[in-house]
């Protein structure tokens, strides 16, 4: 079998132009003794959006791999398929991303909830796993309920997973399963059901992306309860330790956090974690380096810094548009966005700070980040002019994208 490496990065590059600019990132935190392997990511979202081809993710990492001499793992996700547009990542993805979000909370057959009760009666009872203070305490009906929400999306799963083994064969295939874009987070001992669930269908899922508690908003930090999060995020790490041993589950499957959030509050929650128990981690930071572009853009000042404005301009007069795709996963402030004349007042530098996340900058603006994150296809809009300057500032823009996730994320994530 195709095996993920014990920790592991998934990076978005909207416009295939940053894939250099990331890997060098790698290289940074390899050099201080941590392997990380990359994973590029693209969804089909945004390939329509932008007018691009699975492809040009392999080709652009393909060309940083190899003028870089990255000489360890690399992997290209199929991010968020489903069956109906899986086709088009087959010959260039190695990760499948199975995104079942969609199908939680539509009712499984009947027949088929009682039959996964029945078959698993050592989920019901009191359940002491290893690594969780309080053990579960579980009735048949707490796993009829839980079965009823889940169980259709997991044989959703099953379906798309046969549909990509057939096409590409088991062996090569690294599997994970997507539960994170839903109203209500999963709990450890949902988690367990699940997991269940998932080995009955065969599918050799190496890692699970679930929802936690809290938000997790498109290019902002982390908003919740931190303890909450933690005693969840250990348990959930205990929970998956304890299926791997069940249900013969692939013995590196672990825990995928997802999301645009940049998430830096809980990076220290699950360094410890990681150190403590020895577990690996998939995380994903989206499409945070299409904003690393952007603040490239404006640092560079003249034809760059004019059309980051001009993108804010057309993205304020479009906020409800452009937002409406993502409205459960941002938190805008109407009030607290800027007018375009005011924006087109600033400088280059003034404009790059409100939009680097650097938390308690007095310059950083969550709201005008949130709004940029989700207008990538203005961007697309403009076609080779925007391309041209991404090429024309290589320089100073791949700057801005290496250090924000070395800087900004790995270290923190996985050094401290």
């Given at each position: 079998m195709l095996t993920l490496e014990r920790f592991s990065f998934g990076v978005g590059d909207r416009f295939a132009h940053q894939a250099k600019a990331q890997l060098r990132a790698f290289q940074m935190l390899a050099k201080d003794g941590i392997?990380?392997?990359?994973?590029?990511?693209?969804?089909?979202?945004?390939?329509?959006?932008?007018?691009?081809?699975?492809?040009?993710?392999?080709?652009?990492?393909?060309?940083?791999?190899?003028?870089?001499?990255?000489?360890?793992?690399?992997?290209?996700?199929a991010d968020h398929i489903r069956l109906e547009t899986v086709d088009r990542f087959m010959t260039c993805s190695d990760f499948f991303t199975i995104d079942v979000a969609d199908s939680i909370g539509k009712p499984a057959a009947a027949a088929d909830v009682q039959a996964f009760v029945a078959r698993h009666?050592?989920?019901?009872?009191?359940?002491?796993?290893?690594?969780?203070?309080?053990?579960?305490?579980?009735?048949?009906?707490?796993?009829?309920?839980?079965?009823?929400?889940?169980?259709?999306?997991?044989?959703?799963?099953?379906?798309?997973?046969?549909?990509?083994?057939?096409?590409?064969?088991?062996?090569?295939?690294?599997?994970?399963?997507?539960?994170?874009?839903?109203?209500?987070?999963?709990?450890?001992?949902?988690?367990?059901?699940?997991?269940?669930?998932?080995?009955?269908?065969?599918?050799?899922?190496?890692?699970?992306?679930?929802?936690?508690?809290?938000?997790?908003?498109?290019?902002?930090?982390?908003?919740?309860?931190?303890?909450?999060?933690?005693?969840?995020?250990?348990?959930?790490?205990?929970?998956?330790?304890?299926?791997?041993?069940?249900?013969?589950?692939?013995?590196?499957?672990?825990?995928s956090v997802h999301s645009g959030s940049d998430k830096f509050g809980i990076y220290p929650i699950i360094r410890r974690a990681l150190q403590r128990t020895g577990d690996g981690l998939h995380v994903k930071t989206a499409g945070t380096t299409w904003l690393e572009e952007l603040i490239g853009l404006a640092e560079a000042g003249g034809d760059g810094l004019a059309l980051a404005k001009e993108i804010y301009a057309y993205s304020l007069a479009h906020v409800d548009e452009l937002c409406a795709p993502y409205a459960s996963v941002?938190?805008?402030?109407?009030?607290?966005?800027?007018?375009?004349?005011?924006?087109?007042?600033?400088?280059?530098?003034?404009?790059?700070?409100?939009?680097?996340?650097?938390?308690?900058?007095?310059?950083?603006?969550?709201?005008?980040?949130?709004?940029?994150?989700?207008?990538?296809?203005?961007?697309?809009?403009s076609g080779k002019r925007y391309t041209d300057l991404l090429k024309a500032n290589e320089a100073i823009v791949g700057k801005q994208v290496t250090e924000n996730i070395y800087e900004r994320h790995m270290r923190p994530l996985f050094i401290g």
């Open positions: 392997d990380v392997v990359p994973v590029w990511n693209k969804s089909n979202r945004e390939h329509t959006f932008i007018g691009s081809e699975p492809q040009s993710v392999f080709d652009a990492a393909q060309a940083a791999v190899k003028e870089l001499e990255w000489n360890r793992g690399w992997h290209v996700d009666p050592e989920l019901i009872g009191t359940l002491k796993i290893p690594g969780v203070s309080i053990p579960f305490s579980t009735t048949s009906a707490d796993v009829e309920r839980v079965t009823a929400k889940y169980l259709l999306a997991v044989q959703d799963a099953g379906k798309i997973y046969r549909h990509i083994i057939a096409a590409k064969g088991e062996s090569n295939v690294i599997a994970e399963v997507s539960m994170d874009e839903t109203d209500a987070p999963q709990t450890p001992p949902e988690l367990l059901i699940i997991l269940a669930a998932l080995a009955d269908e065969k599918i050799r899922l190496q890692t699970i992306a679930p929802k936690f508690t809290g938000r997790f908003n498109k290019g902002v930090d982390y908003v919740g309860d931190l303890a909450q999060f933690e005693k969840e995020f250990n348990d959930d790490l205990a929970v998956i330790a304890h299926a791997v041993s069940q249900y013969g589950l692939p013995a590196n499957l672990k825990l941002i938190d805008i402030d109407r009030s607290k966005l800027p007018s375009t004349a005011t924006v087109n007042g600033w400088t280059g530098p003034q404009l790059a700070s409100a939009l680097r996340h650097i938390p308690g900058h007095p310059e950083f603006n969550s709201h005008v980040r949130q709004l940029l994150h989700v207008s990538f296809k203005i961007a697309a809009k």
